[in-house]
Structures are given as C-alpha cells and as structure tokens.
C-alpha cells in the first residue's frame, strides 16, 4: 500500500504545484483592476497612440506581467486571444462599453470583455476601420446594432475569422 500511495501522491504534486501558481499569478478578473488610456499610451501590436483614434479599446493583462497589453481596437484583441497559438495564460481582459463611452475620444468605462456584448459588422468605425463594438448589456448592442447595422454576439460566439486585420491601413486617415 505505500508504494500505491507514494505513486498518487508523486502524481498529483505538478497538479497541486500548477494550481498553486495559477492562485499565485492573481487567477480572476475580479482581482485585476483595468488600467485607463493616457496620451502616451500605445497599441501593442502596432505602436498607435490609442488617445489618437476613435472606437472601443482593449486591454489584457496576461499572468505574470504587471502592466496590461494595450490594444488600439477590440478587433485586434480578438485577433490576439482567438489564435491557436496564443497560450500566455490570461488574468484578464478589459473593452470599453461604448453604451457609455464618447465614441470619438474613448475614455474609461471598462468591463470584463468575457461578460460583453459585440457588434460585428456595422458601418462605425474603430482605429483600423471596420471594429468590433463593445457594450455591457445586450441591449444597448441591439440599439447599436440596429442603427448601425450588424449583428449582436455574446464573447464567446465571437469567432477569429470575425477578427480580420487584414486591410486597416487602408482606413487609417492619419498615416
């Protein structure tokens, strides 16, 4: 019997060590607080100033890295998290409620991207043209939706080929 015991326990200790650095590394959003946009503050995929730019922002605290990772436009955090090949752990994700926020210069307003609602599709432009709007509630998105055009996802239903970056210089009108 000591031999068996000794072979569980040796089996579950890189179980217990991973959940112990998980509960380490800060596990829930609810624990991270989002960080707001200031003047210097730069997209991290393209090095944009998010301050210059109209539509939702983003931001992504991934386990182990004090400051978040800062994203110009909600389309390329999808574009970042949505990839097979991203496997940083995540400690949170933050969008704007453009329910709330002035479209035009996006300020504050951040809830958890996970509890979202997004509009994909519509004729309002974000950073890198076409975006994906974010709101809090579904049905502030519905409204957006139905004046603006396109339609209303829970976070999860959004899928990567919906976070196509493919094209947005064509629509920056400040490069």
């Given at each position: 019997?000591?031999?068996?015991?000794?072979?569980?326990?040796?089996g579950?200790?890189?179980?217990?060590?991973l959940?112990a650095?998980s509960?380490e590394?800060?596990?829930?959003?609810?624990?991270v607080?989002p960080?707001?946009i200031d003047?210097?503050?730069?997209?991290?995929?393209?090095g944009?100033?998010?301050?210059?730019y109209?539509?939702?922002?983003?931001?992504?605290h991934?386990?182990?890295?004090?400051?978040?990772?800062?994203?110009?436009?909600?389309?390329?955090?999808f574009?970042?998290?949505?990839?097979?090949?991203?496997?940083?752990?995540?400690?949170a994700?933050?969008?704007?409620?453009?329910?709330?926020?002035?479209?035009?210069?996006?300020?504050?307003?951040w809830?958890?991207?996970?509890?979202?609602?997004?509009?994909?599709?519509?004729?309002?432009?974000?950073?890198m043209g076409?975006?994906?709007?974010?709101?809090a509630?579904?049905?502030?998105?519905?409204?957006?939706a139905?004046?603006f055009?396109g339609?209303?996802?829970?976070?999860?239903?959004?899928?990567?080929?919906?976070?196509?970056?493919?094209g947005?210089?064509?629509?920056?009108?400040?490069m």
């Amino acid at each position: 019997m000591k031999r068996r015991h000794l072979l569980i326990a040796a089996g579950t200790a890189p179980l217990a060590t991973l959940l112990a650095c998980s509960a380490e590394s800060g596990g829930s959003a609810a624990s991270v607080t989002p960080a707001e946009i200031d003047p210097a503050t730069t997209c991290d995929l393209d090095g944009m100033l998010l301050a210059d730019y109209p539509g939702p922002k983003a931001q992504v605290h991934y386990a182990g890295v004090a400051a978040p990772v800062f994203f110009c436009d909600t389309t390329e955090m999808f574009a970042q998290l949505l990839r097979p090949e991203q496997v940083r752990p995540v400690r949170a994700a933050f969008v704007q409620d453009m329910a709330k926020a002035d479209w035009s210069n996006p300020l504050g307003h951040w809830i958890d991207a996970r509890t979202g609602f997004y509009v994909v599709g519509s004729r309002r432009h974000g950073s890198m043209g076409p975006t994906i709007a974010s709101f809090a509630v579904r049905e502030a998105a519905e409204g957006f939706a139905k004046e603006f055009g396109g339609r209303t996802l829970a976070y999860a239903e959004v899928k990567p080929e919906m976070a196509d970056l493919r094209g947005g210089a064509q629509h920056d009108q400040r490069m």
